[in-house]
């Protein structure tokens, strides 16, 4: 889902991911890491972030996903 006006709704912890309620399309590094993404491992610098359609993530430490709530990608009425 492409972002609006670069904003998210939401950012966890890469341990914290939770594919069935969200979508992520960017990754953020708070210090130098090296997460494995879409089954890709990838270095990342400090401070850096990575736009891409997350589907899998390992739990790394000071990893951050940013995307929007399922609810609101598949439309539901229901803000609750």
């Known amino acids: 889902m492409p972002k609006i006006n670069d904003i998210h709704s939401i950012i966890v912890a890469a341990s914290a991911a939770n594919f069935s309620a ?3 399309t960017e990754v953020y590094a708070g210090v130098a890491a090296s997460p494995t993404i879409n ?3 990838v ?3 400090a401070g850096s972030s990575l736009g891409i359609w997350v589907r899998s ?3 790394t430490a000071n ?4 995307g929007e709530n399922q609810d609101v990608i598949q439309g539901s009425t229901l803000l609750g």
Not at 63 to 66: A, R
């Open 22 to 24: 969200h979508s992520y």
């Open 39 to 41: 089954g890709v491992v």
């Open 43 to 45: 270095s990342m610098g």
């Open 57 to 59: 993530i390992s739990a």
């Open 63 to 66: 990893v951050y996903l940013l």
